[in-house]
Structures are given as C-alpha cells and as structure tokens.
C-alpha cells in the first residue's frame, strides 16, 4: 500500500527516490494518511514506520548496484518507471500478505484465476523456497495454479563471491523453469529447490 502512494505520487524515479530520503519521510507520510481509510491508513502506517529506514538504504544500494553494471532499470530509465506506474494507475498490481505453504492465500489466488479462466504465464516467487521444504500443502498449492505449455517459474538465488575482505557485494541470479517441469517435480516428491 506504501508502494502504491509512493509510485502514484511521483512522476520521475528521483521523485520517488526522493519520498523514501529522510527528509521526505513526512511528505510520504502525509500522503499515505490521505490516501487510506481508518484500518487500511493503520496497516500502511506501521508498515511506513517499520520499513522507511530499510527500503530508503535498500534503494540507494539498488541504485548504486545497477548503476555500477551500467544496467538501466525503473530507477534510472523513465519508461520503465512509467510502465510500473501504470500497472498502479490500472490496478494491475496486488500486493498480498500469505503463506505460500499454507491453505488459504494460494488456493484462493487459484482459485479466482481459474473462475476468472486466466493463465499465469510468469510466477516470480523470489527466493522464498530457500525457507521451507516442498511438503504437501505448498505442493497441492502450486500445482493448483492455472498454467500453460508456455508458463513459468521465475526465482532468484542470492550469492556473495568470496573475497578476503568480506565487503564484495551480494549479486542476485534469476533463474527460469517451465512450470511443466516444476509440476513434475512436485509431482514426484522433491523436497527441496
């Protein structure tokens, strides 16, 4: 929900940028309180004081990181901030807090798919399989999502290059896998990514 009022409220990713410095803390502030009713104004609110110091460090590094490997991304490129922005503008993103071994979050997110006969093409599930095994309730909740012949997993792998003085920064690799093959796994038992 932060997010959302971050990226609506800005038109360039130094505006953006400029929402999560210390000095327009307040400014993003006022404008999460403006943009939410009492309980969703609550959540967006302890989520602003509990992440704003984290995700202000976390952008700057990010910036730095892709600035350094000469790589373009929303933070740098207008057009690609643009295009984030209109996913916000056209309620295309949906921020939901679940478990993605339990039974509720994922089934249902299957479930509306399915009543709505749509396809998910691309499943970005970062790297939270690092946290948990494969067991029953996470693989009967993948294999419940509608998919393709041309669907797949995206997921990313953080890794840190050895250095002697331990300040080499973490690099993050993504990784496909076509769900074809993801569903074979499940289907056999693999426990582990």
Known sequence: RVYRVAFLNADTPQA????????????????????YTKTNRRRAMYALKFSHRILAKRLRESVELYKNANTPFYLSDQAQYEYIVQLYRTNRI??????????????????????????????????????????????????AIPTDDKSVILRTRAWRPWSRDGKTPVHYNYFTQSYQTFRAWLRAGIRKV
Request: glycine fraction near 2%; aromatic fraction near 14%.
């Open 16 to 35: 953006f940028l400029d929402l999560w410095s210390k000095s327009g803390r307040d400014k993003l502030t006022a404008l999460v309180k403006k943009a």
């Open 94 to 143: 949906y921020a939901i807090r679940g478990d993605f071994t339990a039974k509720k979050t994922i089934s249902d997110i299957a479930t509306k798919l399915k009543d709505l006969k749509k396809t998910v093409r691309v499943f970005y599930i970062s790297n939270c399989e690092s946290y948990f095994e494969f067991k029953r309730q996470y693989r009967k909740n993948m294999l």
